[in-house]
């Protein structure tokens, strides 16, 4: 069955690690004839959650008009969620982190029906060789997907990659491909 996936990536670096596994499971989801979109979270202009709890009081998802509310559509429209990351002082980053804090904007503004339910996945990769390290990007994504009633269908953590192209000296672009197989 085709799904829509939307894959939201959170790091700068175009050809980092984590973008090219974001490519590699998003060229596999395609050839499994998935409809998938990817949204670079770096190329957006994004501001904070304000937590004022005026969602959708505008007509738009957030108040504060930035680009979250071009792509909030995007995200509740999905049949899944596949969160794309480098760890950035051992949580994700900043740009990544604002578009999730926003997603709170489904649950104030009465979109809970189209948010909850969805399927999840994380692929996320860090410098440091102890896999340790993943836990601040894994747990937060565990308990989001949780709290959201989302079933997380795969993660594919990769720990030693800091260079660009560090990636290709571990199995992280076979396995974010072999991820779309669970969808």
């Given amino acids: 069955m085709?799904?829509?996936?939307?894959?939201?990536?959170g790091s700068a670096r175009k050809e980092g690690n984590s973008n090219r596994m974001a490519r590699a499971f998003v060229a596999a989801a395609e050839a499994?004839?998935?409809?998938?979109?990817l949204i670079d979270t770096s190329k957006l202009k994004?501001?904070?959650?304000?937590?004022?709890?005026?969602?959708?009081?505008?007509?738009k998802p957030c108040s504060f008009d930035d680009d979250f509310n071009t792509i909030a559509e995007d995200i509740l429209a999905a049949d899944a969620l596949?969160?794309?990351?480098?760890?950035?002082?051992?949580?994700?980053?900043?740009?990544?982190?604002?578009?999730?804090?926003?997603?709170?904007?489904?649950?104030?503004?009465g979109k809970s029906e189209q948010f909850f339910g969805k399927e999840s996945a994380l692929i996320c990769c860090c410098e440091e060789d102890d896999p340790a390290i993943l836990d601040g990007v894994r747990i937060p994504f565990e308990r989001t997907s949780a709290l959201n009633?989302?079933?997380?269908?795969?993660?594919?953590?990769?720990?030693?990659?800091?260079?660009?192209?560090?990636?290709?000296?571990?199995?992280?672009?076979q396995r974010a491909a072999a991820l779309a197989d669970k969808f």
């Fill in 2 to 9: 085709q799904k829509k996936i939307l894959v939201l990536t």
């Fill in 46 to 59: 994004l501001n904070f959650c304000h937590a004022c709890e005026t969602c959708y009081k505008t007509g």
């Fill in 32 to 37: 499994k004839g998935h409809a998938v979109k």
């Fill in 82 to 109: 596949v969160f794309t990351s480098p760890v950035y002082w051992y949580s994700v980053p900043s740009q990544l982190k604002a578009v999730i804090d926003k997603m709170f904007s489904f649950v104030v503004g």
């Fill in 149 to 173: 009633q989302w079933t997380v269908v795969g993660e594919v953590l990769v720990p030693g990659v800091l260079a660009v192209g560090d990636i290709d000296k571990t199995d992280g672009l």
